[in-house]
T-cell receptor, first 115, second 117 residues
């Protein structure tokens, strides 16, 4: 079975600084996708960034980028120039390729941004 | 609105009662998912609908849990004889059909917070 592990329950970063959130996963599949979701106190899950496993290039979305290490099964999220609005719970998620579309989530990392 | 809508936003009920949670997906999204999020935890998959059928219901924790979907729109998640361990936030998500590209992103609603007394 596939699993997703986030080993940092909480992280803190100063405003304008850079922070990296860790995620590892376990799978025997070759076709899969990885995601980072942000969940503010409003509870809504917001997609931050996604990565296709077949792509070697790391995904980037403005201040958010990932370090995808396929052999190590690692998928970390880097937030540059952190802003107060980045404070939230961040979840790493895995989805197997093909018709099955369910997401498997890690337990999350609570990110605090200090002014 | 254009997003996934869930109701009620909060539900408090007594142990043993039945509850029904509702999800309105984004128009045109044929795929619909239910997840459960216990306090301080990640999301656990419950069930996946493609149209009216549920090809994957492997996450339903017991036979007290059931879900249905009418047409390619509204879905209801029903929990019978609620127990205290059912207390959680229940999140619904929708997406375009997987056959239009297996990386269709899932769009989430705000969830229903269920509290069992």
């Amino acid at each position: 079975a596939q699993t997703v592990t986030q080993s940092q329950p909480e992280m803190s970063v100063q405003e304008a600084e850079t922070v990296t959130l860790s995620c590892t996963y376990d799978t025997s599949e070759s076709d899969y996708y990885l995601f980072w979701y942000k969940q503010p106190p409003s509870r809504q899950m917001i997609l931050v960034i996604r990565q296709e496993a077949y792509k070697q290039q790391n995904a980037t979305e403005n201040r958010f980028s990932v370090n995808f290490q396929k052999a190590a099964k690692s998928f970390s999220l880097k937030i540059s120039d952190s802003q107060l609005g980045d404070a939230a719970m961040y979840f790493c998620a895995y989805k197997r390729g093909g018709a099955t579309n369910k997401l498997i989530f890690g337990t999350g990392t609570l990110l605090a941004v200090q002014p | 609105g254009a997003g996934v809508s869930q109701s009620p936003s909060n539900k408090v009920t007594e142990k043993g009662k039945d509850v029904e949670l509702r999800c309105d997906p984004i128009s045109g999204h044929t795929a619909l998912y239910w997840y459960r999020q216990r306090l301080g935890q990640g999301l656990e998959f419950l069930i996946y609908f493609q149209g009216n059928s549920a090809p994957d219901k492997s996450g339903l924790p017991s036979d007290r849990f059931s879900a249905e979907r009418t047409g390619e729109s509204v879905s209801t998640l029903t929990i019978q004889r609620t127990q205290q361990e059912d207390s959680a936030v229940y999140l619904c998500a929708s997406s375009l059909a997987p056959d239009r590209g297996s990386n269709q992103p899932q769009h989430f609603g705000d969830g229903t917070r269920l509290s069992i007394l």
